[in-house]
């Protein structure tokens, strides 16, 4: 022991690094199998401390045994655990209640280190003192010692730690512990000895046990990971000293300083020279132990960006520096009982309702739920699974929420004070009439899928604060005396105004859900898809998120493309006649600034946009144009293309040219996303993602067949697009259709697309735009072709492939010059009976006018394209399709009011 002490003398005293004392120390009393207690000072104490700092000290003890855990709480909410790993420590730590108030402000102190971050928490005993029994690695028990030494080791719930003290644990102890809860539960556990691997287990359980299996395997050494996944972002100088492995042989060049702490080798008399002395330190002790804050969270007030604190793990690292007006960052956290697959699709359903650009959306793993600091991290915690909830989650979300935090419950099994779980098995996964109440009173009706569970209120005990309000019922069922269902309600509680809005229908649930695999399911959920999501984002703005849409980007490049170089060369000796001396293209709509070659064009005035002429290595990734060549068959019509990103309208683009383009172009403006998309009337036109938008140039002689029909080209164009879809080998049952004048509709249920088409004349030539969008893979909130395929296969086991846009939009553009030839050749007839049968209103019955209109059957298209309708009050009409419209919803012909 004595040439223990000398050598930790000549250490600090010649090093100042008392954190690599303690760690070496730890290792020689592991070795030997010595205990260590941490606690405050004792006078006169016996054995005497080993090392003292303030108040508080270091013990070296007798082995101690922990071997009846009988009266113990188990943690990580899992029975599968095994007993502490021979390279590890197993130690008790002992807190008692201190004031929240008192805590919260360490929350944000860089120098806090949370206690859980650097352990496997165990099981627990309630109480006063608080405890609980935890395993760590050698290095992390360091790391804890010297937190606790220096004040600055946190617990949950204003815990403040008294003591620590290494212990033995049979693993007998921790078998029976797990017994004992089976039979106090009376459900069925496993418990899982050292080595073992569970077989046959669901995914989000095997996920859980291959977590346990991982940290255990890795000794527990979180902060190591934690400092790969964080050197990419980092500072040079910090990352430099995260890179820095410490090992034994390192220690007596490492300097550690610390600032103002004193330090205490009772048991050597120089030692106590060094009690005055001021160790100097960068960091605190166990530097590359300190994780840092995720960059999304941002404390005013520090001096420099090192006084940034952390108070979220490093799971969660954000992308960007933004606070809330509540003061808590920008975190939604998503708790899907570890499953990775249910974590994706809720992720995905949130990302499409909030604004993007303002959240980060993490997954919050089930052992993080118990163990990271993120309850003052989180602007709202979604709980998406539907395994029931074990008791110490449910305590963990509850304590989240009587802080003031914010819970959206999706088919979860979280029950707040008020309320109860029903179970009402004969309604899970079925369709049924949801009503909902929105903030302004007005109800919103819709089908969605029920969960199996609804709730009940329960007469609250004592003085509870918590408030339950109804938002949601179901319809009753069709017996006498049923009640309606309360599925959807939102509960109030706490003084911090914790809120929860609580789910049990499925909003979660996409309509294409493997759930549902027949058409009329489909159908009525698809339906009300677009309801589903106001229901949703009323929900989400309630609990204090925005879900606006983000800023509208910017008009991107516009880039000249052609499936014939020839084609393109005459369109760039046009351009260079019509461009003005500042190289600007300038028409009504639009002003291009043309990019000759691959140079970059001069600074863009306000409204204009760039077009190159030669496109970058890589155009994007929201079209292919080997895909578009590859299926484009026709012999003029979208050989010279203009493609953008993102543009205002492809309308716009080319509606300044039309009437100066060669004839022989076949120019066509292709854009992935467009911001100030136009449908008939001047009606919007949203056009996402995943949408396929062109705007085709065509000349049509006035003195020709379809010159003199001109209504029919929107007919024509609908129908192509249908065609694209449905003479595609495999796809020839995909219910597409077109409904009359300029629609394309899933079945008589939904639009997905339409046409719009502008004509001039000039002279004796119409100059024709014709614009069109159609949904592809934009599955919300309403339907896209791909949902169809998606639907087909599995009512039928097929494996039919994902259709893209530059596919149809090739496809869609060969078929429309194949229509307009035959039409040219044959007249109206030769384009009716394909039209007929894609169109949606056989046999359909309609009132003219208005509800209380004459009843009129359909009959078809007239020579010009208008629809006939026979009515008996006034035989056989025309209805022409500028000043009409067709409402599907109650087969209606009514006027329309621009």
Request: hydrophobic letters at 35%.
């Amino acid at each position: 022991m004595l040439i223990t002490l000398c050598y930790v003398y000549l250490w600090v005293r010649f090093q100042k690094c008392y954190t690599a004392v303690i760690r070496s120390a730890l290792r020689r009393l592991s070795a030997s199998r010595s205990g260590v207690a941490f606690c405050a000072l004792r006078e006169h104490s016996s054995p005497p401390a080993f090392l003292t700092r303030g108040n508080k000290a270091i013990y070296i003890t007798e082995p101690q045994a922990c071997d009846d855990l009988s009266k113990w709480t188990l943690l990580l909410g899992s029975s599968l655990i095994s007993g502490p790993r021979v390279e590890n420590i197993a130690f008790i730590i002992e807190a008692t209640a201190g004031h929240k108030a008192d805590q919260s402000p360490q929350r944000l102190n860089p120098k806090v280190l949370k206690w859980s971050d650097y352990c496997l928490p165990l099981a627990c005993s309630p109480g006063q003192p608080y405890k609980a029994v935890a395993e760590a690695s050698l290095d992390n028990f360091s790391t804890l010692a010297v937190a606790f030494l220096e004040g600055r080791l946190q617990m949950e719930n204003g815990l403040i730690p008294e003591r620590i003290v290494s212990v033995l644990i049979r693993e007998s102890a921790l078998k029976e512990l797990f017994e004992k809860q089976q039979s106090d539960t009376g459900k069925t556990l496993h418990y899982v000895p050292k080595g073992v691997v569970l077989s046959a287990a669901s995914p989000c359980e095997q996920e859980v046990v291959d977590v346990l299996q991982v940290q255990r395997k890795s000794s527990l050494r979180l902060s190591a990971a934690r400092r790969d996944s964080d050197a990419s972002s980092a500072g040079s100088e910090r990352r430099a000293l995260r890179d820095q492995q410490v090992s034994e042989s390192e220690h007596a060049a490492e300097h550690h300083h610390m600032e103002g702490h004193h330090l205490h080798l009772s048991s050597c008399h120089e030692c106590l020279e060094l009690e005055n002395s001021t160790i100097l330190s960068v960091k605190y002790a166990s530097v590359e132990n300190i994780p840092d804050l995720p960059d999304d969270y941002e404390c005013s007030g520090a001096d420099d960006e090192e006084e940034v604190g952390d108070s979220f793990s490093p799971y969660f690292s954000g992308q960007s520096r933004r606070m809330n007006v509540s003061g808590k960052p920008p975190n939604v956290l998503v708790f899907t009982g570890g499953c990775e697959e249910r974590y994706e699709r809720v992720r995905s359903l949130l990302a499409e309702c909030i604004d993007a650009d303002s959240y980060t959306i993490y997954p919050l793993r089930p052992q993080q739920a118990l163990g990271e600091p993120w309850l003052e991290s989180a602007l709202l915690l979604v709980l998406a699974t539907e395994q029931p909830l074990t008791p110490q989650l449910q305590l963990r979300f509850l304590d989240y929420l009587s802080q003031g935090g914010k819970v959206l419950g999706l088919s979860s099994t979280l029950c707040p004070a008020g309320l109860r779980l029903k179970p009402r098995e004969a309604r899970r996964d079925r369709i049924c009439k949801l009503s909902f109440t929105k903030a302004d009173s007005s109800e919103v009706q819709l089908s969605v899928l029920a969960s199996g569970s609804v709730y009940k209120r329960e007469p609250q005990e004592g003085s509870s604060s918590a408030q339950v309000e109804l938002w949601g019922e179901l319809s009753a069922e069709e017996k006498e005396g049923e009640e309606k269902d309360m599925v959807i309600v939102r509960v109030t509680q706490g003084e911090d105004s914790g809120e929860a809005v609580l789910c049990q229908v499925r909003l979660e649930t996409a309509p294409d859900t493997e759930q549902v695999q027949n058409s009329a399911g489909f159908s009525e959920l698809k339906m009300s898809n677009a309801r589903r999501y106001e229901v949703l984002t009323e929900i989400l703005t309630s609990l204090g998120l925005s879900c606006e849409l983000s800023q509208v980007p910017p008009p991107s490049p516009v880039y000249l493309l052609s499936t014939q170089p020839d084609l393109k060369n005459a369109f760039v000796r046009w351009l260079r006649g019509q461009v003005d001396g500042e190289g600007v293209l300038r028409s009504l709509k639009t002003r291009l600034r043309v990019a000759w070659g691959r140079e970059e064009p001069s600074g863009l005035a306000e409204g204009e946009l760039a077009l190159h002429t030669e496109p970058p290595e890589h155009l994007s990734e929201h079209f292919s144009m080997q895909t578009y060549s590859q299926h484009l068959q026709s012999r003029r019509l979208g050989r010279t293309l203009l493609y953008t990103d993102v543009t205002p309208t492809t309308m716009d683009l080319l509606e300044g040219l039309m009437l100066k383009l060669p004839e022989d172009m076949g120019l066509i403006a292709v854009a992935a996303r467009q911001t100030k998309g136009k449908g008939r009337g001047g009606n919007a036109w949203l056009s996402p993602l995943g949408c396929a938008m062109f705007t085709l140039h065509l000349q049509v002689e006035v003195s020709s067949q379809l010159g003199q029909r001109i209504s029919f080209l929107q007919h024509l164009a609908a129908l192509a697009v249908v065609e694209a879809v449905c003479t595609l080998p495999g796809y020839e049952d995909i219910d597409l259709r077109v409904k009359w004048p300029n629609d394309i509709y899933y079945s008589n249920l939904m639009k997905l697309g339409g046409v719009l088409v502008n004509s001039t004349v000039m002279g004796s030539t119409f100059h024709l735009l014709i614009g069109c969008g159609f949904n592809v893979s934009n599955s919300n909130p309403t339907i896209c072709i791909n949902d169809l395929v998606v639907q087909q296969n599995w009512e039928r086991g097929g494996s039919l492939e994902p259709l893209s846009s530059a596919q149809l939009i090739a496809r869609s553009v060969t078929l429309l010059e194949q229509l307009i030839s035959q039409f040219q050749q044959q007249g109206p007839q030769a384009v009716l009976p394909l039209y007929y049968k894609r169109w949606v209103h056989s046999n359909t019955q309609v009132r003219l006018w208005s509800e209380d209109g004459p009843e009129a059957d359909v009959v078809g298209l007239d020579d010009y394209g208008f629809l006939q309708v026979s009515s008996r009050e006034q035989g056989i009409v025309s209805v022409q399709p500028d000043g009409n419209s067709f409402d599907m919803l109650r087969n209606l012909i009514i006027t329309k009011h621009n």
